[in-house]
C-alpha cells in the first residue's frame, strides 16, 4: 500500500517538474517584429522566426506543431518551399517539428548537437532527440563553433551555448538580431538558466558567454520567453 502511494506521489512530482516550467513561458505572438522585417510564428508555447531574403527566407528554428504552423503561413502567404535554409538551435521535439515542410532548405545546426541525434547521447533516459524522418543526412550541415554562413543576402554566425542540450547554439544574424533558442529564459528582465536543462554548469557558462554578447546586437529573442531587447 505504502509502495503504491509512494509511486503515485512520484508519478505526481515528475509529472509537474515537466509541466510548471511552462506555466511560466511567454512567447511572442504570431506576425511581424515591430521595427523589424522578420515574421515570427508562435506554436503552442513557442516561436519559429521567418527573416525574409527576397522572395525567400531563413528560419531560425522549426516548432513544435507542424499543422499550426503551416496553417499560419498559409494566412500569411508565406511558401514553405521558399526556405532556403533552417537555421536549428538544438533538436529537442518543439523546435524540429516543422522541418518537415521546408522540403528545400539546408539544414543546419551544431556540430557539437550531432551527438543528440546520432543516437550516442540520450536526451533522458530512455528518450533520444530526432529529426522528423524527410531530413536526410544528405540535408543537415554540421556547423563549428563561430563559423559564418551567407545564404540569401544574410550572414548567419553559429555560436555555441551548450548546456540546455549537449551542442545547444545560438545565431547572429547580420550582426543585429541575436536568437539564443533555450540557451536562456527570461525572468522579470533578467536571463537565467533555462529548464529541463542537461548541464546546469555548462548552462550557467553560457549564459555568461550571452550576457557578453548582448551590447552587440539591436533584438535578442529567446524561444520561448519573447524578447530580451
Ligand atoms: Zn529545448
Request: glycine share 8%; aromatic share 8%; charged share 20%.
Amino acid at each position: 500500500m505504502y509502495i503504491f502511494a509512494g509511486i503515485i506521489i512520484l508519478v505526481v512530482i515528475i509529472a509537474l517538474a515537466e509541466i510548471l516550467p511552462m506555466c511560466f513561458m511567454h512567447p511572442l505572438a504570431s506576425g511581424k517584429v515591430e521595427g523589424t522585417d522578420i515574421i515570427t510564428l508562435k506554436n503552442r508555447n513557442n516561436n519559429l522566426f521567418l527573416i525574409p531574403s527576397g522572395e525567400n527566407w531563413i528560419v531560425i528554428d522549426a516548432g513544435s506543431d507542424v499543422r499550426e504552423i503551416k496553417l499560419q503561413m498559409e494566412r500569411l502567404s508565406i511558401d514553405a518551399k521558399k526556405v532556403l535554409g533552417v537555421f536549428l538551435t538544438h533538436t529537442d521535439y518543439d523546435h524540429v517539428a516543422a522541418v518537415s515542410l521546408f522540403s528545400n532548405a539546408v539544414i543546419y545546426m551544431s556540430e557539437l548537437e550531432k551527438q543528440m541525434i546520432d543516437g550516442s547521447t540520450y536526451r533522458q533516459p530512455m528518450k533520444k532527440n530526432k529529426l522528423p524522418e524527410t531530413c536526410g543526412a544528405d540535408r543537415i550541415v554540421y556547423l563549428p563553433d563561430n563559423e559564418v554562413v551567407h545564404l540569401g543576402g544574410h550572414s548567419v554566425r553559429i555560436l555555441y551555448v551548450p548546456g540546455h542540450t549537449k551542442g545547444s547554439a545560438m545565431y547572429a544574424v547580420d550582426g543585429n538580431y541575436l536568437f539564443t533558442g533555450d540557451a536562456c529564459r527570461i525572468s522579470r528582465g533578467e536571463i537565467k538558466v533555462h529548464p529541463y536543462t542537461m548541464n546546469r554548469r555548462q548552462a550557467r557558462e553560457s549564459i555568461v558567454k550571452i550576457k557578453k554578447e548582448l551590447g552587440r546586437y539591436e533584438k535578442v529573442f529567446t524561444a520561448h520567453y519573447g524578447q530580451l531587447q
